[in-house]
């Protein structure tokens, strides 16, 4: 067996935030991690699609970011994105 190489190997305090709301359109399950590892952007994880993003205020404005990453409509995607807007710094 060969000796494993590690790029990196962290341990870091973390804040998660664990929501759930109802949308127009369909229910949001995210768990919201913030951490100083992606420079000051969260980890925004969906629960129920099995789907995460690093994501940051600059992500937000990004069009077709969340449809993309998550798999939404336009629909969905707003309601996330005004979520998204009040909750990451």
Request: proline share 1%; net charge negative.
């Amino acid at each position: 067996m060969t000796e494993r190489f590690y790029l990196y190997d962290d341990t870091e305090q973390t804040k998660t935030r664990f929501v759930s709301f109802m949308g127009e359109n369909q229910r949001y399950d995210l768990a919201i991690t913030q951490t100083e590892r992606y420079y000051g952007k969260s980890l925004v994880l969906d629960l129920q699609g099995s789907r995460f993003a690093i994501i940051g205020r600059d992500d937000l404005d990004e069009p077709g970011y969340l449809e993309s990453v998550y798999k939404l409509t336009e629909e969905e995607a707003a309601e996330l994105r005004e979520f998204l807007s009040e909750t990451i710094l």
